[in-house]
T-cell receptor, first 114, second 110 residues
Framework: GAGVSQSPRYKVTKRGQDVALRCDPI?????LYWYRQALGQGPEFLTY????????KSGLPNDRFSAERPEGSISTLTIQRTEQRDSAMYRC????????????FGPGTRLTVL | LAKTTQPISMDSYEGQEVNITCSHN???????ITWYQQFPSQGPRFIIQ???TKVTNEVASLFIPADRKSSTLSLPRVSLSDTAVYYC???????????FGTGTSLTVIP
């Protein structure tokens, strides 16, 4: 079956623009996770959903970052007024059951802010 | 909140057993320990998960001492394709935050 998909795979934007990153989890997966990964670093937890409910958003760096999963399936991570320091790989994962069930990661979205 | 510490890098020859240890001194009662493998340009991939004692699957073993303040991932007879970064992750059903360790970059040498 299809794995986790993310779009776009690459996004280049100018500083100050808003971006929306999409994650399409594996069908039927309860939980969805967002991570950010800088080059040479481990994934940094951002936020996590069970169904449509956001469980924890304390990993979001600041109020320019937000995420939603309105119908308990597809999720969008939005970054407003992007800054160069937001440049990173943004990874989404989903799990069949609630954490700490096995997470299946998508290919990621490479965000570059100029 | 349980954070983790791992060696930054390790080298091993093909065919050797590799043991990677992760420290998690502040692990909570409900926390599970999960290891992921990541190849360049790919997302992490689940290897193994455990709560206590020993867990074994077709690719690895996980050893967890009684105090659970550390865990050791054991990879038997590594091959060149095992060259990757290995992450230790500690989290719980009742907790909502997951912190990957610094990761251990394993290089398998022919």
């Amino acid at each position: 079956g299809a794995g986790v998909s993310q779009s776009p795979r690459y996004k280049v934007t100018k500083r100050g623009q808003d971006v929306a990153l999409r994650c399409d989890p594996i069908s039927g997966h309860v939980s969805l996770y967002w991570y950010r990964q800088a080059l040479g670093q481990g994934p940094e937890f951002l936020t996590y959903f069970n169904y449509e409910a956001q469980q924890d958003k304390s990993g979001l760096p600041n109020d320019r970052f937000s995420a939603e999963r309105p119908e308990g399936s597809i999720s969008t991570l939005t970054i407003q007024r992007t800054e160069q320091r937001d440049s990173a790989m943004y990874r989404c994962a989903s799990s069949l059951d609630r954490a700490p069930d096995t997470q299946y990661f998508g290919p990621g979205t490479r965000l570059t802010v100029l | 909140l349980a954070k983790t510490t791992q060696p930054i890098s390790m080298d091993s020859y093909e065919g050797q057993e590799v043991n990677i240890t992760c420290s998690h001194n502040n692990i909570a009662t409900n926390d599970y320990i999960t290891w992921y493998q990541q190849f360049p340009s790919q997302g992490p991939r689940f290897i193994i998960q455990g709560y206590k004692t020993k867990v074994t699957n077709e690719v690895a073993s996980l050893f967890i001492p009684a105090d659970r303040k550390s865990s050791t991932l054991s990879l038997p007879r590594v091959s060149l394709s095992d060259t990757a970064v290995y992450y230790c992750l500690v989290g719980a059903y009742t907790g909502n935050q997951f912190y990957f360790g610094t990761g251990t970059s394993l290089t398998v040498i022919p």
